[in-house]
């Protein structure tokens, strides 16, 4: 009886993984230098990302969005296992929207901050 090989999902080029996650090439190449993402290297040295990998870049682009450092979300993403199920983006989504909604109640309070101090510094008209 043959042996059959498994087939490991189709690796993405760095044009692929640009594309599928809306962004430059060199914000590939970017995010990898940062460690948000790895590649594999083909005897070609190319560079080959994994199938899910255009998903953490879309991830991060839009964790920068709402305030989260490149080190924030590099720590965010170590939670996220190799190969992530539904479930594993859920918890990150969940994560992410806590904290954008934490920073939105922090800002408000500072924007209250700023107009009560302004209100103080009314002089009277002359």
């Not at 760095?14 to 430059?24: D, F, P, R």
């Not at 940062?34 to 870049?57: F, K």
């Not at 991060?60 to 479930?87: K, M, W």
């Amino acid at each position: 009886m043959p042996i059959t090989e498994t087939h490991a999902p189709e690796l993405l080029t760095v044009g692929e993984t640009a594309e599928l996650s809306g962004t430059a090439t060199s914000a590939i190449r970017f995010y990898e230098r940062q460690g948000l993402i790895e590649s594999q290297r083909t005897s070609g040295n190319q560079r080959r990302y994994q199938p899910w990998v255009p998903c953490v870049v879309r991830v991060a682009r839009v964790a920068q969005r709402v305030g989260l450092s490149v080190q924030e979300i590099a720590r965010v993403l170590e939670d996220v296992p190799d190969e992530p199920t539904p479930e594993d983006w859920q918890r990150l989504t969940d994560y992410l929207v806590a904290d954008a909604e934490r920073r939105i109640a922090e800002l408000h309070a500072v924007l209250a901050d700023l107009k009560s101090e302004t209100k103080r510094c009314d002089l009277p008209s002359r």
